[in-house]
């Protein structure tokens, strides 16, 4: 079976590109057939992430042009070159992996292929990048309901949760979670007085209440260490926010970093204040290292993280909730020990072969209908 994945591109470091090079890579060496990568770019780029060499990349090189002319003669060649692949390379079943304009078009090109769109969005997260694009209730509702109506003509859609699933109530939605690759490193640093948060630095991850959370923290425990790890257009504005509450002997952004067990391991616990996720992996890659998470009570987050057991989940945009829930385990060694055990057991169920074998026997479904 020859099996296509479509990505927005591959030289920039963020969840979805490295759980989709994960997942290729896992049925480049458990599958047969061939595999190929489609993404936005000229041909020159190198993938941020390693992939196994029995992987084909294939650049889509399309230039988006300003004016409506000029943008719709960018989606006849994306058409174009799209339905050229899927017959060149004989294409069994083609995923969308969040590439730009596939929702609406790939469902519609080469019918005899099987389509199916995986959301890295959760629905909230969804919903709110439609209320700030439309601010028109009327083209919100529109888009909505054309997004729906294209979505059913895939042959499968993924959602990561079964809240999403319920939310998006689509009669062919499939859940399957995303896995971690990072293994369980020896916990020797686990004493260090490190909290740690990993992730773009964009205004979707909500870095700014968490920074305005550690002040509350950095009052009663001064000699813990808060580690922002990532990158993103907001560097400048977080450190500036970080100066202004005088925060800079404690709270530290660290940049990106390719050994990131490394920083886990060596650290005592995970904190996650993103305003939405679809299935932050960065929370299960913590637990798989031993550490508890604390984050609001977003989606993605609450099904991954339970509540009192493997962390703490805090009521959505409460600072003080958020800066208390790290203050109690700062201040009790027991509980923090205790959460870590739970948190390394709970992370089995995310395991990368129960769920990869998920993602072959809905490979192995389509191709047989």
Not at 24 to 46: P, V
Not at 90 to 114: E, M, Q, Y
Not at 150 to 156: A, E, G, I, N, R
Not at 291 to 311: E, H, Y
Request: a positive charge; proline letters at 4%.
């Amino acid at each position: 079976m020859n099996i296509i994945y479509f990505v927005p591109n591959i030289t920039i470091a963020g969840g979805i590109f490295r759980i989709v090079s994960d997942k290729m890579n896992y049925l480049a060496e458990n599958m047969e057939g061939r595999l190929f990568l489609a993404y936005y770019g000229n041909g020159q780029e190198k993938p941020i992430y390693p992939l196994h060499p029995n992987i084909q990349l294939l650049p889509i090189d399309i230039e988006w042009k300003v004016g409506f002319g000029k943008k719709i003669n960018g989606v006849w060649k994306n058409i174009s070159i799209i339905r050229h692949i899927l017959k060149k390379y004989k294409i069994d079943i083609a995923v969308n992996a969040n590439a730009p304009l596939l929702i609406w078009i790939l469902p519609f090109i080469c019918r005899r292929i099987k389509k199916v769109h995986e959301f890295h969005f959760s629905y909230k997260g969804q919903q709110i990048l439609d209320e700030g694009i439309f601010k028109s209730r009327g083209k919100k509702f529109l888009v909505q309901y054309l997004r729906k109506c294209c979505l059913v003509k895939f042959d499968k859609v993924i959602a990561l949760t079964e809240s999403d699933k319920k939310m998006w109530n689509l009669p062919n939605t499939f859940v399957i979670p995303n896995f971690s690759n990072i293994q369980l490193h020896e916990r020797n640093g686990r004493k260090n007085k490190v909290a740690i948060s990993a992730g773009r630095l964009e205004s979707v991850k909500g870095y700014n209440r968490l920074i305005a959370a550690w002040v509350i923290v950095a009052q009663k425990y001064p000699d813990w260490q808060l580690e922002i790890w990532g990158e993103g257009s907001l560097q400048e504005s977080l450190q500036q926010q970080i100066d202004a509450l005088h925060l800079s002997s404690v709270v530290h952004l660290k940049g990106v970093s390719h050994s990131i067990d490394e920083v886990y391991s060596h650290s005592s616990f995970f904190v996650m204040s993103s305003l939405y996720e679809g299935f932050p992996l960065v929370l299960v890659e913590a637990m798989n290292c031993g550490l508890p998470c604390v984050s609001f009570d977003v989606t993605g987050a609450n099904s991954i993280i339970d509540n009192g057991k493997n962390g703490f989940l805090v009521p959505d945009n409460d600072i003080n909730a958020l800066a208390e829930a790290c203050i109690k385990l700062i201040g009790d060694r027991t509980l923090l020990e205790n959460m870590s055990k739970q948190a390394y057991i709970s992370s089995a169920r995310f395991s990368k072969l129960k769920v990869m074998q998920k993602w072959l026997d809905l490979f192995h479904e389509l191709s047989e209908k």
